[in-house]
């Protein structure tokens, strides 16, 4: 039988060369194999072929402990290489995620306004709103805070810039200036910023003018003023006229986000809109060649801001309904301008009741969150001029003769000398203060606050053309230089230029 070269391959690493050579001989018939006498060969061969059987099992262990070696080493940079593999394939999920986290971030504060500075925050979660009570005051209702910004013209991110409430800054929303008051002392105002004085004319305009103020109230209400303010004390023989101190700092932030709530907006919402319409106390330092405004006080409502008197209107609903109640029941009236307040009746039969009336109205105050000034109370009783936030209520709605006296003169001495070295009031500029004192003479007496403005405004316009509409000074300009100069006809010419108040 034929072998492959495969077989006779394996029967020489079994047999050993001398090995497989005896047993083809034998088997081939050239070597006996029950020969009678020994053979040395055969022995030695046999011998050699079971040592070299031993050598290859030994050397094959050999190989074999090489190998585990081997593949513990392969298997050891295996293990390493799968380990890097995984810290790497880790090492990207983490960037994913943080690139997925930074995005989503990135989404939300585009769209959402999670954290407005220490102490103010905490309502930043709740976003359940009355939307029913909303609905019924006709108030609008806001979905999120990219719905309030949006309506608000805003992105959320300006309306986080307008609202964050920063311990210390080195920019202001606001600008801040003292205006000096009749009384002596000197009145802070706070005048915001045109982007933020836009978002608090819109908070006016679409949510504070839509709920109604009392019927007390005269201040900073649309079709009223000092002058209805005053008109249902004339007459009364008894007058008592109150002041609220620090009247717009005494309404705090918390007050105004407590508003906001009690409309129906959620807290969330009443957050946004308290920051918007308040102001904390301020100091400005300036160190190492940079200004910073550092807060020094609780947020309130700003003078200067366009939404502050409306709301404290609005927050002063209750404190009026209760000193209404209280006027009534004494048989008195009651209005409030702003933070003064007025009662008046009869002095005769009302007389002997002002320090019951005082100390009940007092203690309202005070529970409402108020103070009243103590050095401006007045009581005024029949025989002495009794005086309403500056108009005169004896018999019937006048001004100071004093005052019109005063005003008249100036007028007089204005046509027959000229304005030079001539003022009234405390504005700079002359003529807008005489103009703004008629408008008001005509709104109390329009009997002669017509002739003081025709007589103050023909003034103006003699002597002030600075201040006259453009087609107005067009046609005094006309009138001292009737014809052009020869050649000088074209819009662009020093005689159009001079015509124009634009040149000399």
Known sequence: MERSREQLQQLIKDKGREGFILEEMQRFGFWPKDADQPTVQEDIIARENELRKELRKLSAQQTAQKNIKTQLREMRKQRMKEARQRRQETKDRREADRQAKATAWQEKQANDITYLGEGVSYGLRDNTAKPEKLAKKGLP???????????????????????????????????????????????????????????????LENILYLPEVTEQAHGFVPGRSILTNA???????????????????TVTYRRVKGFFRELGYSEKIATVLGLLCTEPETDQI????????????KRALPQGAASSPQLTNLICRRLDARLSGVAKKFGLTYTRYADDLTFSGDDAQHGSIVGKLLWQVKQIIKDEGFIVHPDKTQIMHKGARREVTGIIVNEKASLPRKKLRQFRA??????????????????????????GYAAYINMVRPDLGKDYLSRVEALWARHDRAYLPPAERV????KEISVPPRGEVGTSSPWWKRLLGLGS
């Open 141 to 203: 209702n806001f979905k999120d805070m990219a719905d309030l910004a949006s309506r608000m013209d805003l992105t959320v991110g300006k309306l986080r810039w307008l609202t964050f409430n920063r311990v210390v800054s080195e920019s202001s929303h606001y600008r801040r200036f003292k205006l000096p008051k009749k009384t002596g002392g000197f009145r802070e105002i706070s005048a915001p910023l045109p982007l933020l004085k836009d978002a608090q004319r819109w908070v």
């Open 231 to 249: 008109l249902p004390h004339v007459g009364h023989t008894l007058v008592v006229n109150m002041d609220l101190q620090n009247f717009f700092p």
């Open 286 to 297: 300036t160190a190492d060649g940079k200004t910073y405004y550092v807060h020094t006080g």
């Open 410 to 435: 100036v007028i007089h001495q204005i046509e027959q000398n000229g304005p030079e070295g001539k003022t009234w009031g405390d504005g700079p500029n002359l003529f807008p203060s005489l103009h």
């Open 475 to 478: 046609k005094a300009r006309v």
